[in-house]
């Protein structure tokens, strides 16, 4: 009897364990964006594509950068509030620099309208995504067309994150760049989502 007892506790504890790592695995998946800022001094327009992007974030050129959202598995398709994704900056298969949530980037959904065919939701939404990085401080916001799988992959469901197609605008500061914040608009696209390794 003493034997099933300590069996069932292992068992229930390696349960816990489990289920503790899955849900503390995050999804991630590849963010670009293409926006247009109109600086008011100069009558410039600033081209700013994802790699100029992360130069403005990091300071300096990233050979082989990429730009990743990354979001904690577990949220609900079509949650409002705060989505809890931060942003990922890597060189090759190596993380060079983060951009936390809340305090420094920030996914908040404002309103959503699902639709669900068979097991992928498709998601008209109002996204603000903030940034105050320190050298770039930005406040975009437009409909963003989600594409959710609540497909299972690697015993992750997929249901909390979506790829993303995004119009925004707003405004952007960039430090050394731009005089002020001045007005912006453009695109923002993340791929499909897919768990951390």
Not at 44 to 71: A, D, E, K, S, W
Not at 136 to 154: D, M, P, Y
Not at 180 to 189: C, E, F, N, W
Request: overall charge positive.
């Amino acid at each position: 009897m003493k034997q099933t007892i300590q069996i069932a506790v292992a068992i229930s504890l390696m349960l816990i364990v489990s289920v503790a790592n899955s849900q503390a695995q995050n999804l991630v998946q590849s963010l670009s964006v293409s926006l247009t800022a109109y600086d008011t001094v100069g009558n410039r327009t600033i081209r700013i594509g994802t790699q100029q992007l992360i130069r403005y974030f990091v300071g300096t050129n990233v050979p082989n950068g990429h730009l990743y959202l990354v979001t904690p598995s577990g949220n609900t398709p079509g949650a409002i509030g705060n989505l809890n994704a931060f942003l990922r900056i890597t060189s090759g298969s190596a993380t060079i620099y983060e951009i936390p949530s809340p305090d420094q980037f920030n996914v908040y959904q404002d309103f959503a309208v699902l639709r669900t065919s068979g097991l992928t939701i498709s998601s008209h939404a109002l996204n603000r995504f903030s940034i105050d990085s320190g050298s770039v401080r930005a406040e975009l916001q437009g409909l963003s067309n989600w594409n959710i799988s609540q497909r299972t992959v690697s015993g992750l469901n997929m249901g909390g994150a979506g790829s993303i197609y995004a119009k925004v605008n707003g405004w952007i500061s960039i430090y050394n760049v731009t005089d002020s914040a001045v007005p912006v608009g453009g695109l923002i696209v993340a791929g499909r989502p897919r768990p951390e390794r």
